[in-house]
Every structure is written in structure tokens, then in C-alpha cells.
């Protein structure tokens, strides 16, 4: 009785670890696929979970009901949509969430196994397909080189937009120097030549006796009309 008490015992602080542990992974990951692994052989498993490691991402199997247990720890409830049965492999994305996505997506392509149950990324549920359309968008190194890409092109149209401007202004200014010599040439044989004309200095007696003409016309004029008011 004692050895079958320890024994249940010791099953359960097993269950305790591992739920501890399960719980751990949750809280660490930034998304889970939940699959069930049936039909996949030994070797094809430890091939997957080879191939994910680098990527920063566990492949874990686990009973049902301590992922049920380890959810709960982190405050995620299934629905009923959302159901654990069979074998359940749970793929945990600690990183970059595409990569290992991809890595899964392969595998399937390969031996049509493991099929995806559900995921969870930031607490949002998405469906298997949901998570088979993540897979299949570009990576982030891909979306980082185009990005680059993109910020490369019109840096360079832009900065051979701005070069070929300045080469024309200075083409430009330095056709207005080499013209300007030939431009004032031209301008001055197109003027018109204006001459000055001189009028004759008159003669100093010449104005004296045109001086001394005027009031005898006015005196003569005063006459005139003298005589004719006595008539």
C-alpha cells in the first residue's frame, strides 16, 4: 500500500513538472500550433524537431489534459471549437513566427501529416487553415530584403534625379558665361547711333538788337491804339 501511494505519488509530481514546464513554453511563446502527429514515424519527429531547433522553435508532445492544465496557468480557455483530442504535438514559435511556420508547412507538403488542429498567436485562436495561409506568406528576412530593396530604389532615382538638375544648371550657367561676350558685342552693333546736333551760338549783337526791336513794336502798338480811341 505504502509503494503504490509513493508511486502515485512520484506520477504526480511527474504531471506537476510537466504542466510547470508546458506552462513555462506558453508564456515564453509568441505562437502555438497545436497537431495531431498520428501516422508520423519516430524518425520523421526527430527529423522535424531537428530541423525547427535552429529556428527557435520546440515541437513538444504532451497528454491532452496537462496542455489543457498549462493553458489555464496562462489564462487561455478553450472553446468548444477549440477542442484537444487524439495525439496532440504542439509546435511552439519562440522567434520568428514564419520560419518554423514554413518548416511545418513542408513537412505536410512531404507526408500530408501532421494535420493542424488550431493555433493561438497572442492569445487570438486561428483556425488550421488560418494557419496553413500564415505559412505560406514571405519570411521576415525576405520582407526585411525587400524593404531594403524598396528604400534603395528611389534613394537612387532620387539622388539621380537631383544629379542630372545639377548637371544641367551647370551646363546652363556655364553656356550663359561663354555667351556673354558675344552677347554685349551683339547688342552694341545693334544700337542705334545717335548723333548730337549742335544748334549755332548767336552773336552777342544779334541778341542785342532783337532785345532793343522789342519794346518799340509794343510802344508803336500803344499808338496805335491812342489813335484809334480819339476817333
Given at each position: 500500500?505504502?509503494?503504490?501511494?509513493?508511486?502515485?505519488?512520484?506520477?504526480?509530481?511527474k504531471k506537476v513538472a510537466i504542466v510547470?514546464?508546458?506552462?513555462?513554453?506558453?508564456?515564453?511563446?509568441?505562437?502555438?500550433?497545436?497537431?495531431?502527429?498520428?501516422?508520423?514515424t519516430h524518425k520523421q519527429l526527430e527529423?522535424?524537431?531537428?530541423?525547427?531547433?535552429?529556428?527557435?522553435?520546440?515541437?513538444?508532445?504532451?497528454?491532452?489534459?496537462?496542455?489543457?492544465?498549462?493553458?489555464?496557468?496562462?489564462?487561455?480557455?478553450?472553446?468548444?471549437?477549440?477542442?484537444?483530442?487524439?495525439?496532440?504535438?504542439?509546435?511552439?514559435?519562440?522567434?520568428?513566427?514564419?520560419?518554423?511556420?514554413?518548416?511545418?508547412?513542408?513537412?505536410?507538403?512531404?507526408?500530408?501529416?501532421?494535420?493542424?488542429?488550431?493555433?493561438?498567436?497572442?492569445?487570438?485562436?486561428?483556425?488550421?487553415?488560418?494557419?496553413?495561409?500564415?505559412?505560406?506568406?514571405?519570411?521576415?528576412?525576405?520582407?526585411?530584403a525587400s524593404l531594403v530593396a524598396g528604400?534603395?530604389?528611389?534613394?537612387?532615382?532620387?539622388?539621380?534625379?537631383?544629379?542630372?538638375?545639377?548637371?544641367?544648371?551647370?551646363?546652363?550657367?556655364?553656356?550663359?558665361?561663354?555667351?556673354?561676350?558675344?552677347?554685349?558685342?551683339?547688342?552694341?552693333?545693334?544700337?542705334?547711333?545717335?548723333?548730337?546736333?549742335?544748334?549755332?551760338?548767336?552773336?552777342?549783337?544779334?541778341?542785342?538788337?532783337?532785345?532793343?526791336?522789342?519794346?518799340?513794336?509794343?510802344?508803336?502798338?500803344?499808338?496805335?491804339?491812342?489813335?484809334?480811341?480819339?476817333?
Amino acid at each position: 500500500m505504502s509503494d503504490e501511494n509513493t508511486k502515485i505519488s512520484a506520477n504526480k509530481q511527474k504531471k506537476v513538472a510537466i504542466v510547470t514546464e508546458l506552462s513555462e513554453k506558453f508564456g515564453k511563446a509568441k505562437a502555438v500550433v497545436f497537431t495531431n502527429y498520428q501516422g508520423i514515424t519516430h524518425k520523421q519527429l526527430e527529423g522535424f524537431k531537428k530541423a525547427i531547433k535552429p529556428l527557435q522553435a520546440e515541437y513538444v508532445v504532451a497528454k491532452n489534459s496537462l496542455l489543457t492544465r498549462a493553458l489555464e496557468e496562462n489564462k487561455i480557455k478553450l472553446s468548444k471549437e477549440q477542442t484537444l483530442d487524439g495525439q496532440t504535438g504542439t509546435l511552439f514559435l519562440y522567434d520568428d513566427v514564419m520560419s518554423p511556420l514554413k518548416a511545418l508547412a513542408k513537412i505536410i507538403k512531404e507526408l500530408n501529416l501532421p494535420s493542424v488542429k488550431f493555433g493561438i498567436m497572442e492569445k487570438d485562436f486561428m483556425t488550421g487553415e488560418q494557419v496553413l495561409k500564415l505559412s505560406a506568406l514571405p519570411t521576415k528576412e525576405v520582407l526585411l530584403a525587400s524593404l531594403v530593396a524598396g528604400l534603395k530604389s528611389p534613394i537612387f532615382g532620387l539622388h539621380r534625379a537631383l544629379s542630372w538638375n545639377l548637371q544641367k544648371f551647370v551646363l546652363a550657367l556655364n553656356a550663359i558665361a561663354k555667351a556673354k561676350p558675344a552677347l554685349a558685342v551683339a547688342i552694341t552693333a545693334s544700337a542705334p547711333v545717335v548723333e548730337a546736333v549742335s544748334e549755332p551760338t548767336p552773336e552777342p549783337e544779334k541778341v542785342k538788337a532783337k532785345i532793343e526791336e522789342q519794346p518799340k513794336e509794343e510802344t508803336k502798338s500803344e499808338d496805335v491804339k491812342s489813335e484809334g480811341g480819339e476817333n
